[in-house]
């Protein structure tokens, strides 16, 4: 149990569907993170939120649309994907954003696109 | 950001100690090391991080050489349960925000 929890494990969407991934971290953090991660590839992160403030955006295309209500919860919504978007998309959660804090992350959803 | 630098597989005897290296050659002077692992079907786990000094908590040690270009993780008595792949990654500070960029890491396999 890392305190950081996703939901759903896997979702299986066409490409017109909408939907979004939930994130819930029980750590007190103030930072939250997006990541995908595709096949045979490195982790990359997409999306980074400080106190609700979203603080990076690493060229990730607009049917990638993050929200962050509260510090506890962040939501990636999803929207006209395409086939490549499938991959383990990740949540992970700090302190902060200024020091050295180590990044506690989920277990992932597993996403895949027909 | 400071590049690493890891073997692509390693593998360890049930029982003996794991040590995995890093070469971190080109990491500045306030550029923190850390390590995670990524076991299969789950998120990555933060295992042990450090600056200058060797650092020791319940799941590893981690040993930086004094020039630190180049660190080493060791996990004490490896059991089958640390198989995972293992990522060494200096942090930058990008935009205000320190971020980590996982490379392809080490891929450790327990053997009983």
């Known amino acids: 149990e890392t305190g950081v929890t996703q939901t759903p494990r896997h979702l299986v969407m066409g490409m017109t569907n909408k939907k979004s991934l939930k994130c819930e971290q029980h750590?007190?953090?103030?930072?939250m993170y997006w990541y995908k991660q595709s096949a045979k590839k490195p982790l990359e992160l997409m999306f980074v939120?400080?106190?609700?403030?979203?603080?990076e955006n690493n060229s990730v295309p607009s049917r990638f649309s993050p929200e962050c209500p509260n510090s506890s919860h962040l939501f990636l919504h999803l929207h006209t994907l395409q086939p490549e978007d499938s991959a383990l998309y990740l949540c992970?959660?700090?302190?902060?954003?200024?020091?050295?804090?180590?990044?506690?992350f989920g277990d992932g959803t597993r996403l895949s696109i027909l | 950001d400071a590049k690493t630098t890891q073997p692509t597989s390693m593998d360890c005897a049930e029982g003996r100690a794991a040590n995995l290296p890093c070469n971190h050659s080109?990491?500045?002077?306030?550029?923190?090391v850390y390590w995670y692992r990524q076991i299969h079907s789950q998120g990555p786990q933060y295992i042990i991080h450090g600056l200058k000094n060797n650092e020791t908590n319940e799941m590893a040690s981690l040993i930086i050489t004094e020039d630190r270009k180049s660190s080493t993780l060791i996990l004490p008595h490896a059991t089958l349960r640390d198989t995972a792949v293992y990522y060494c990654i200096a942090p930058y500070s990008g935009a205000g925000s320190y971020q980590l960029t996982f490379g392809k890491g080490t891929k450790l396999s327990v053997i009983p």
């Open positions: 080109t990491i500045s002077g306030n550029e923190y």
């Open positions: 992970a959660s700090s302190q902060d954003t200024q020091g050295p804090q180590p990044q506690h």
């Open positions: 939120y400080s106190l609700e403030e979203r603080v």
């Open positions: 750590l007190g953090h103030n930072a």
